[in-house]
């Protein structure tokens, strides 16, 4: 099996119908949603209906929750919040509803998908180093765990101690235990503006990292029509 596994699309379908594109072009023949898939950009509808329509495991992003909460947001920054105030007026009750169904954390096949951490998925903690990598490694118990959650693309294992690798091309060895962050689709914060996502061949234990470009103008002004923050469609191009 050829899995595309990819996840913070925050409601940016262009970005989202490049790398659909790219990973049908790369032959993949199965696909894993790693949560928050609205927030931020203009099209949470669109997005929701897209993923939906993959038919494949999803796991709940913070701002997933965000949208489909019934009582008032929280602990949000102001730039997130305005964004999604109007996420939720854009999204029906089923959109929600929807959202509201998805698990923290999921097996698929022989690995884990959780959208922030395995120690406390519910409490939306970040991944930024080998610490905070070995406290979920503790709660690993699949020889790979792909997580998002802090948009950038990254690397950990473990054998004896936690070490950051290069994702670029990464067969997986026995005896290891690995923990992907696959990066955004919509959101990119590691300084390059392109989507990210990973292909796993699970037929050779191969894990790949794409970055796609899209049609960043259109995203752009779809932002800014819609009246969502200008400041969203400028992070865009500078990939933060
Ligand atoms: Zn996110």
């Known amino acids: 099996m050829r899995f595309?596994?990819?996840?913070?699309?925050?409601?940016?379908?262009?970005?989202?119908?490049?790398?659909?594109?790219?990973?049908?072009?790369?032959?993949?023949t199965h696909y894993?949603?790693?949560?928050d898939v609205v927030g931020y950009n203009a099209f949470p509808k669109q997005c929701i209906d897209l993923v939906r329509n993959l038919e494949c495991p999803v796991v709940k992003g913070n701002h997933d929750e965000q949208a489909s909460m019934l009582g008032d947001q929280e602990g949000f920054n102001p730039l997130a919040e305005e964004a999604m105030t109007w996420t939720r007026e854009q999204l029906t009750n089923e959109d929600k509803?929807?959202?509201?169904?998805?698990?923290?954390?999921?097996q698929v096949r022989d690995f884990t998908i959780v959208h922030a951490t395995l120690d406390t998925p519910?409490?939306?903690?970040?991944v930024f180093n080998q610490l905070d990598a070995a406290a979920s490694f503790s709660y690993q118990h699949t020889?790979?765990?792909?997580?998002g959650h802090t948009h950038s693309p990254k690397a950990y294992v473990r054998d004896g101690s936690v070490r950051t690798i290069p994702l670029d091309v990464l067969v997986l060895q026995k005896g290891k235990r690995y923990l992907i962050n696959?990066?955004?689709?919509?959101q990119p914060r590691d300084g390059d503006w392109r989507s990210a996502y990973c292909i796993y061949d699970t037929n050779d234990g191969?894990?790949?990292?794409?970055?796609?470009?899209?049609d960043l103008p259109a995203a752009q002004a779809a932002i800014i029509e819609a009246g969502l923050p200008r400041k969203l469609a400028e992070r865009l191009a500078v990939g933060r």
């Not at 894993?32 to 949560?35: K, M, S």
């Not at 696959?182 to 919509?186: E, I, K, R, T």
Request: include cysteine; charge should be positive.
């Open 4 to 28: 595309a596994i990819f996840g913070d699309i925050h409601a940016n379908l262009h970005a989202l119908d490049a790398v659909l594109a790219d990973a049908r072009e790369q032959a993949c």
């Open 97 to 106: 509803e929807w959202l509201r169904s998805l698990r923290l954390q999921r």
């Open 143 to 147: 020889s790979v765990c792909f997580i």
């Open 122 to 126: 519910h409490k939306w903690g970040y």
């Open 182 to 186: 696959v990066g955004s689709v919509g």
């Open 32 to 35: 894993v949603c790693l949560g």
């Open 206 to 214: 191969e894990l790949q990292l794409r970055r796609i470009a899209y």
